[in-house]
């Protein structure tokens, strides 16, 4: 272990292992969850090297809770990972900082209302009745596949009034989903190159990325030039389309509607797709909490569908999302830059410092959580006293995830659904689940057979 320099409550110190320009590149390829959750040995506030560019990684979750939440006005956003996923996400609400960013939530906000939400839920209620009503006894199914299948037809329906039947539709439906997989692939890879540069060569990878970008961005242009048509809506997009700055009276331009379509098209998609089939995964491989889990269902909904006053009740489904989103939180790393000279206890730095949280690290910190590894429901009945503070899956402060209350509704409505109908037995292959690192945490693979519930 590196000795870290110890100046008053909280340490600084630097990793070990940082090649001359490539600097910790090799690590946050081959390893970065095993990376950034060993860094805490060296210090609290650890030095790495994103190729020569110096990264801060905050390893207490008060201290990042100092550095979201408490000083957010210090801190924007920033870092390699924000300004190489502008390429996607242009300036929309997960990439902007500081009075623009909080214009565009000001804006933005109001979709997300509980009202709406509310009103999402038939929808969410039918695309997991399809596609639980649709599986059969002994089949085996891809989790990942099939959640992500949800999830994309939940986005369009909710979001932009886009029916999933149709053959035109479909058809959308399914080159969404194409392209943002895709993106998602790459995209990781294109952050963790340790000069920008590398991600402009004309190599083959860059060439399939460059690609998937132009696709997922026409498609979002043909979302947004098929609803124009429609004058009366109240989905998120007509929401947007006719919000108003409080302030100024302004409306989104054609841009910023587009930076926006985007945000919650990848947003509404992927990362509550691979919060899905984490739970999933993990409920088939635990019988006892499929058990209690099942056992919750029967008792508390009956047969009937999830209501907007039930999810509340649901308080095991619910802790099965905590835990879920504890081990693995979709944002697993976070970046922020100093906005001014400014300091961090007793500590000083200068004006442009960059700085990174890990969610994931955080939330398996073995001097906050006992057997960090364990996926337990019941953890907080047997740790009551966990700080709320380290347990930030969308984030915190300013730029807490604006569409966390739908993604748990959506969540917990498909979680029942499925649970209402089906015994699920992990697959082999799946044994144990393995993370595969991207733009947002999933799992390399969760297949399950099926066994019907008795009616």
């Not at 609400?93 to 939400?117: D, K, N, V």
């Not at 590894?373 to 930030?392: T, Y």
Request: charged share 25%; with cysteine.
């Amino acid at each position: 272990m590196q000795t870290s320099v110890k100046d008053g409550a909280w340490t600084v110190g630097a990793a070990p292992g940082a090649l001359p320009v490539l600097g910790h590149s090799r690590q946050l390829r081959q390893d970065p969850l095993g990376f950034l959750s060993s860094l805490y040995e060296y210090g609290d506030i650890v030095a790495i090297r994103m190729g020569p560019t110096p990264l801060n990684v905050l390893c207490r979750h008060d201290l990042a809770h100092h550095l979201l939440v408490e000083r957010s006005k210090d801190f924007g956003r920033g870092g390699p990972f924000l300004e190489r996923s502008r390429t996607i996400m242009g300036n929309g609400l997960a990439t902007s900082t500081g009075p623009e960013h909080m214009r565009q939530r000001r804006m933005s906000q109001p979709a997300f209302h509980s009202q709406h939400i509310k009103s999402y839920m038939q929808v969410m209620q039918e695309e997991a009745d399809a596609m639980a009503g649709g599986w059969r006894p002994s089949q085996e199914v891809d989790i990942v596949k099939e959640m992500h299948d949800l999830t994309t037809r939940v986005t369009l329906r909710c979001f932009f009034t886009m029916s999933t039947s149709g053959s035109e539709s479909a058809g959308t439906v399914n080159q969404a989903a194409d392209s943002l997989d895709r993106l998602t692939a790459g995209m990781y890879k294109q952050m963790t190159a340790p000069l920008a540069i590398l991600g402009k060569l004309p190599t083959a990878a860059n060439r399939k990325y460059q690609e998937a970008v132009r696709q997922f961005d026409e498609t979002v242009d043909r979302i947004i030039a098929d609803q124009r048509s429609t004058t009366t809506r109240d989905d998120l997009l007509g929401l947007l389309m006719s919000a108003r700055d409080e302030e100024t009276g302004a409306t989104f331009s054609d841009e910023e509607l587009h930076d926006q379509v985007i945000t919650f098209l990848a947003a509404g998609i992927d990362t509550t797709a691979n919060t899905l089939a984490w739970a999933l995964g993990l409920i088939s491989q635990y019988p006892d909490v499929q058990q209690k889990f099942q056992a919750e269902i029967d008792s508390l909904l009956a047969g009937e569908d999830v209501s907007y006053d039930s999810i509340r009740s649901l308080t095991y489904i619910n802790a099965i999302l905590d835990e879920t989103l504890r081990l693995y939180p979709p944002l697993w790393m976070l970046t922020r830059r100093a906005l001014r000279d400014t300091t961090l206890g007793p500590h000083r730095f200068p004006e442009g410092t960059q700085f990174a949280v890990s969610p994931y690290a955080l939330q398996r910190d073995p001097r906050v959580f006992e057997e960090p590894e364990l996926f337990d429901p019941e953890r907080r009945k047997r740790q009551p006293d966990i700080p709320r503070s380290s347990f930030i899956p969308f984030g915190a402060g300013v730029h807490k995830c604006i569409g966390d209350a739908f993604a748990i509704t959506e969540s917990t409505i498909a979680l029942a659904t499925i649970g209402r109908r089906w015994h699920l037995r992990l697959a082999p292959e799946s044994n144990p689940l393995k993370p595969q690192t991207e733009m947002t945490l999933g799992p390399a693979s969760v297949r399950v057979t099926l066994v019907p519930r008795a009616a």
